[in-house]
């Protein structure tokens, strides 16, 4: 075969003598959409270059953490500044104080915070630590719903409320997932049943308030609700997975938007991550004073890590937090959000194609279907082709959406009208020519 003078397709190549699947990460491989993997050599903005000098506008942007645009200067600035005073120390700091400081502020349903290096972390740790302050072990999450690969969170639903899951990943021992009930997003019933047959052995339900890992799919305000008054009514933790939407959708994250929708409304525990680092290696978990109390080394919950608070890391992230705590930043990131996703819509309409569209601040899903889908399911009589052939006509146009149907996009700050209307005219062509 002659070698590929795309050095894309070369470096994934060697990649994949060497990393499985040539990615740290599954979806990076491009498995879902076929096709070679752009290496990105370097990232300014809203764009990357990838590794045959080819410029996309970027609409993925790390998965969410890029909210600013890649580069932005103050927030280079700082991590230059702090990697000149030391890489990491394992002892305290003065800047992981301050980036506690400014989670607590922002988001005030948390009187307490544990920093640690990635949303999977984060997760897993919030769990153990609803297990030791409730004593019990039942967790309760939602198909579609990704909150990291901890082995207790790879699993799908049983064959009924009254079994629990099954692990989704080989080398998860059935008796690890035992305690985890699956359920259908925005399934007021299931979880009425769920409760009634399991609410005193709850120690949690985690969810993701806005789901990012089924593309955009919003928790109804009647499902909210009765999430947060089944866990109140029987003593189980209301845990939101904000490691997507946390800063991404608002300020105050997806709890301060259903805040507004549900009078009085908090979460008991919040997990975050991506924008809190500001693309570099941090996650956090917090809750009430006595919940985060019965942590190491104050109680019984054991949780660490020899990287957890990164000199480096806060300082990423507290330059992004102030950047985006400026007055204006997430109504700015919103009307081009919106510009985007309304255009993207017409687009498809133009060509006698329906695409239905919903965003929250700078996070946004289509779907190649009729109507928003409330569940799973529904997101996944989605026509694999039909979103593969979309996908590669706007990657070979120079714009790079998620490589899979059930993955979320983000829009940054650096993101220009005129970038979202080269979008929306590269989506003219594309939807010329989409099958039917
Ligand atoms: P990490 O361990 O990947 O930092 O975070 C796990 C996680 C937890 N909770 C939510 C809501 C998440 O979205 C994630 C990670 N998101 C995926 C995107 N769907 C990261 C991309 C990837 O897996 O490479």
Redesign the pocket.
């Known amino acids: 075969m002659t070698p590929s003078t795309d050095r894309n397709q070369q470096l994934f190549e060697r990649a994949q003598s060497l990393i499985p699947g040539g990615v740290n ?4 491989a491009f498995k879902a959409v076929g096709g070679t993997p752009r290496f990105v050599q370097r990232a300014q903005g809203a764009y990357f270059w990838d590794a045959n000098g080819q410029r996309y506008t970027d609409y993925i942007g790390s ?2 953490p890029m909210i600013l645009g890649h580069g932005h200067p103050a927030v280079v600035e700082a991590v230059q500044k702090a990697a000149l005073d030391g890489f990491s120390f394992g002892a305290p700091t003065e800047r992981e104080v301050e980036l506690a400081e400014a989670i607590v502020r922002l988001v005030p349903s948390i009187d307490m915070v544990r920093l640690v290096s ?6 897993m740790s919030a769990i153990r630590l609803a297990r030791g302050a409730t004593g019990r072990s039942k967790l309760v999450k939602f198909e579609g ?5 901890a082995d207790a969170l790879l699993v799908k639903a049983g064959s009924g409320l009254a079994t629990f899951g099954n692990p989704t990943s080989a080398g998860v021992p059935p008796e690890v997932v035992q305690h985890t009930l699956v359920l259908e997003y925005n399934n007021v019933a299931q979880l009425e049943e769920a409760f009634a047959l399991h609410g005193s052995d709850i120690a949690c339900l985690m969810i ?1 308030p806005i789901c ?2 089924m593309n955009f799919v919003r928790a109804s305000v009647p499902f909210m609700t009765r999430c947060r008054e089944l866990c109140s009514q029987h003593g189980a933790l209301l845990a939101f ?5 946390g800063f991404r959708v608002a300020l105050g994250g997806a709890q301060s938007v259903y805040a507004r929708l549900i009078p009085g409304f908090e979460p008991d525990m919040t ?1 975050m ?2 924008v809190i680092g500001g693309g570099m290696p941090l ?1 956090a978990f917090g809750a009430k004073r006595e919940v985060m109390r019965q942590l190491a080394p104050l109680g019984g919950v054991y949780q660490a890590g020899t990287l957890s608070g990164n000199p480096v890391a806060t300082a990423c992230g507290l330059a992004t937090l102030h950047e985006v705590s400026k007055p204006g930043f997430y109504e700015a990131l919103a009307v081009r959000t919106r510009q985007l996703v309304d255009g993207l819509s017409a687009a498809a309409a133009a060509h006698g194609h329906t695409l239905t569209v919903d965003s929250e601040g700078g996070m946004f899903g289509f779907f190649l279907l009729d109507q928003l889908p409330q569940n799973y399911a529904t997101v996944m009589t989605t026509s694999g082709p039909r979103f593969n052939h979309f996908f590669h006509g706007m990657l070979a146009r120079g714009v790079y959406f998620a490589p899979a149907l059930y ?2 996009g983000f829009v940054s700050a650096a993101h220009t009208e005129a970038d979202v209307a080269e979008t929306v005219a590269a989506a003219h062509e594309v939807f010329s020519s989409l099958p039917g």
């Open positions: 990460s599954p979806v990076r998965w969410g990635s949303g999977t972390e984060a997760a719903c990704y909150h990291g690969h993701e990012g890992n997975d904000e490691v997507m939407t997990v991550g991506k996650a993955e979320a």
